[in-house]
């Protein structure tokens, strides 16, 4: 009994990270720009690494004939192909702004490259939140 | 330009990247990294070969 309310006295005499402004930039670079959250903690093999990696998995979407989805209200299906394209951040911008990813019904691996792109910007959405949890200090 | 890729090498493609995030994203240190970053690639692989016996299964 002595040693848990110990336990919690320990617990509660931590005191909570101070937020810095790293942990609000980080996480916005990292989203505009996969890999850049960690980069500019200087993680930068891991950086090179996730950009890369989610950068490949994008233009090789495209490249497919991929469909990118845009803002809408209609089929649920639509709207979360939406929210994992918009993961990509600046990739999905860029694409937006030159009226890329129409998608080839003619192909049929098109279908495969709709789905490379949604999941690049769902990892990136994975790597924002470890670039936020390495800025806070959660994670080195 | 348009690339296809047949289904295995999509499938290859898909593993290699995404299991490389989820290294670098869900382990503390490189030696852990790596892997689990191996472990996540043979269980995209190996599932893939699973479920393409099990539907070669189910066809017959």
Redesign the interface.
């Known amino acids: 009994m002595a040693n848990q309310t110990a336990k919690t006295t320990t617990k509660a005499a931590v005191p909570a990270q101070p937020a810095s402004m790293m942990a609000v930039i980080a996480p916005a670079v990292g989203w505009l720009i996969p890999g850049a959250g960690h980069m500019i903690q200087r993680r930068w093999i891991r950086g090179v690494l996730l950009l890369v990696s989610i950068g490949a998995l994008f233009v090789l979407g495209l490249l497919m004939q991929g469909h990118i989805y845009k803002a809408n209200g209609g089929d649920i299906l639509d709207m979360l192909g939406f929210i994992g394209d918009l993961g990509a951040g600046g990739l999905y911008i860029v694409t937006l702004a030159m009226n890329w990813g129409q998608g080839a019904v003619a192909f049929a691996t098109a279908d495969y490259g709709t789905k490379f792109m949604i999941v690049a910007g769902l990892l990136n959405l994975i790597a924002v939140a470890d670039a936020y949890h390495i800025a806070i200090g959660k994670k080195q | 330009?348009?690339?296809?890729?047949s289904h295995f090498s999509?499938a290859f493609?898909?593993a290699?990247?995404?299991s490389?995030?989820?290294g670098?994203?869900h382990r503390?240190?490189t030696r852990e990294m790596v892997r689990y970053g191996l472990y996540c690639f043979a269980m995209f692989l190996g599932g893939v070969f699973v479920a393409g016996w099990a539907m070669w299964l189910v066809r017959r």
Do not use: S, Y
Request: net charge negative; glycine share 0%.
């Open positions: 330009m348009t690339i296809q890729l999509a493609v898909f290699l990247f995404a490389i995030v989820f670098i994203t503390e240190n």
